[in-house]
Structures are given as C-alpha cells and as structure tokens.
C-alpha cells in the first residue's frame, strides 16, 4: 500500500509525493530531469492530525529528528 499526497500548485516544480507505508518518499512527480532532494525524506502519512488536506505539508529529512513544513498546502492524500 502506498500513499500519493498531491499539494496545491504554488509554482513549485514538484506535485505530488508517492510514499510507502511508513512514510518514506519513494517517488516525486513530476519526476525532474535530476534526482529530487526529497527522495528518502518521510511524510507523516500515519498521523492524520499533521496530514490533512488544507494544511502544510510536513516533511522530515531522512537524517533529521523532526518534521519541518513545505511552504505548500496539501490538496488531495489518497492510497494507491
């Protein structure tokens, strides 16, 4: 099972994340011409009181101890 958390289009060169179950980014779409520095990042995807549709996006580095937030708002999380 995994997750794809779509954001809000703010001119950003990525949409969406696609993570496995524990939140880890396995994909970032569209996928860029260069790997994206947030392959490996984690996605809280088990906590719906930071995931929610409206909010910001929160992120955590792989070597990082805590979640930050992208300056982009979710738009739609759905399991694909």
Known sequence: MKTKV????SGQDFLS???DEEGKVLKVLPEPALP???MGSYL???NTVLMQ???H????KAYAS???YLNHRI???EII
């Open 53 to 55: 549709e409206g909010l």
């Open 66 to 68: 805590s979640y930050g």
């Open 75 to 77: 738009e739609k999380i």
């Open 17 to 19: 994340f696609i993570c």
């Open 6 to 9: 779509t954001l809000v289009n």
């Open 57 to 60: 996006c929160p992120i955590r």
């Open 44 to 46: 809280p995807v088990n």
């Open 36 to 38: 994206s520095i947030w």
